[in-house]
């Protein structure tokens, strides 16, 4: 039975991300995976980094259980809005604060290199923009998928990453939001 993670990083919990979130849990489901969540809006913790690496910070409670639910998970499913074009800045709180040398990767001694910690698990980035995909891939290189897939999930060895899409969100209709929640409720089938 396949293992997957939904972390929600939209800060609202009245968001159509929400609906995402919930549509691709309703399939993989309906799959027989086995699901766990995380509502970054929900948890209690600073999400500031305010010693950098060099000065360790406590994990508040919802962070250490947020580690477990990742180190369980074999598949890691990210929900969250793009905002200028990049993730709401609760998510890279949440990212700075969890994703830690140690848990998520590890430098090496006297080298540039480091091991990769979450090795073996894969993950699906759903995001929801305002704007048609191919001009925010094409006029501005896509910093939220450079951030989140190849700045962090691939740097702490979690591959294949792969990505979806969902907008023009403030010029759809409901016709539309509908064909896009059975799009996720189908992602979520196929994993």
């Known amino acids: 039975m396949r293992k997957i993670l939904i972390i929600n990083g939209h800060p609202n919990k009245d968001s159509f991300n929400f609906a995402l979130a919930a549509a691709y849990k309703k399939g993989a489901e309906s799959s027989g995976a086995e699901i766990k969540e995380i509502v970054i809006a929900g948890l209690q913790f600073n ?41 709401p800045a609760i998510t890279k709180g949440f990212i700075d604060r969890v994703f830690l040398p140690g848990f998520a990767f590890q430098y090496k001694e006297n080298s540039v290199w480091w091991d990769k910690l979450l090795k073996g698990k894969t993950a699906r980035i759903i995001t929801t923009i305002d704007q048609p995909s191919w001009y925010y891939r094409f006029m501005y ?51």
């Open 47 to 87: 999400p500031n980094l305010q010693g950098g690496y060099r000065k360790r910070t406590d994990l508040e409670p919802d962070l250490l259980d947020a580690q477990e639910k990742i180190r369980w998970a074999d598949h890691l499913v990210w929900v969250h809005p793009v905002w200028w074009g990049g993730l």
């Open 141 to 191: 290189s896509q910093p939220s998928v450079n951030q989140l897939k190849k700045s962090t999930l691939e740097f702490c060895g979690v591959k294949p990453v792969k990505v979806t899409f969902f907008g023009p969100v403030k010029s759809s209709n409901e016709v539309l939001r509908k064909k896009w929640l059975d799009k996720a409720e189908e992602l979520g089938k196929g994993q």
